[in-house]
């Protein structure tokens, strides 16, 4: 079992707007970062610590967190945008060990 | 822009040890900014954080799987390896290494390899 939690699955229909949530003890003390993975494809980091993209990501991803829940979201899904998303951070005991989510399937409609 | 490839048998054993590894280049293991990591994924399932290593050797490993694992580096060529001893079907996955980045307590992983699926199967 995973020490943080995601639905399995979330859809949402072209062009609005999807939030994808991760829950978790230590996300009370860390920002947990956002992979995005396509079938077949190594996954890519899309969101990290506060609300960060990397180079290249499109400015429709955007992160926050609140209490124990880290959140993704994107506004305005593209069809490209269909993956699965993992969510990762340090473990709850804090002992700097990784730990993901066990991801969420994001269907574009 | 660094580039990590994982090489190694695609075949093993039960019983047997898996060994990978992973080839840097456009970056050195010798960096003291990074953690070099392991992480698979099952087929069908989600990602499995399995460890990392510093260039000063210090490592640190998934607790569920810390008794059959060893992580090593090698900076005379610039990899560093996984171990993975008495496989079980289990075991199959997609095993990826990547650069871990610390920011906020955190690693993250900017970059990664493409994977490499091992088998385990007589």
Avoid: M
Avoid at chain 1, 30 to 39: E, G, I, R, V
Avoid at chain 2, 60 to 84: A, C, E, G, H, W
């Amino acid at each position: 079992s995973s020490e943080l939690t995601q639905d399995p699955a979330v859809s949402v229909a072209l062009g609005q707007t999807v939030r994808i949530t991760c829950q978790g003890d230590s996300l009370r003390s860390y920002y947990a970062s956002w992979y995005q993975q396509k079938p077949g494809q190594a996954p890519v980091l899309v969101i990290y610590g506060k609300n960060n993209r990397p180079s290249g990501i499109p400015d429709r991803f955007s992160g926050s967190s609140s209490g124990n829940t880290a959140s993704l979201t994107i506004t305005g899904a593209q069809a490209e945008d269909e993956a699965d998303y993992y969510c990762n951070s340090r473990d709850s005991s804090g002992n700097h060990l990784g730990v993901f989510g066990g991801g969420t399937k994001l269907t574009v409609l | 822009q660094v580039q990590l490839q994982e090489s190694g048998p695609g075949l093993v054993k039960p019983s047997e040890t898996l060994s990978l590894t992973c080839t840097v280049s456009g970056g050195s293991v010798s960096s003291g900014s990074y953690y070099w990591s392991w992480i698979r994924q099952p087929p069908g399932k989600g990602l499995e954080w399995i460890g990392y290593i510093y260039y000063s050797g210090s490592t640190n490993y998934n607790p569920s799987l810390k008794s059959r694992v060893t992580i090593s580096v090698d900076t005379s060529k610039n990899q560093f390896s996984l171990k993975l001893s008495s496989v079980t079907a289990a075991d199959t996955a997609v095993y990826y290494c990547a650069r871990g980045f610390p920011e906020d307590g955190v690693l993250r992983y900017f970059d990664w390899g493409q994977g490499t699926l091992v088998t385990v199967s007589s």
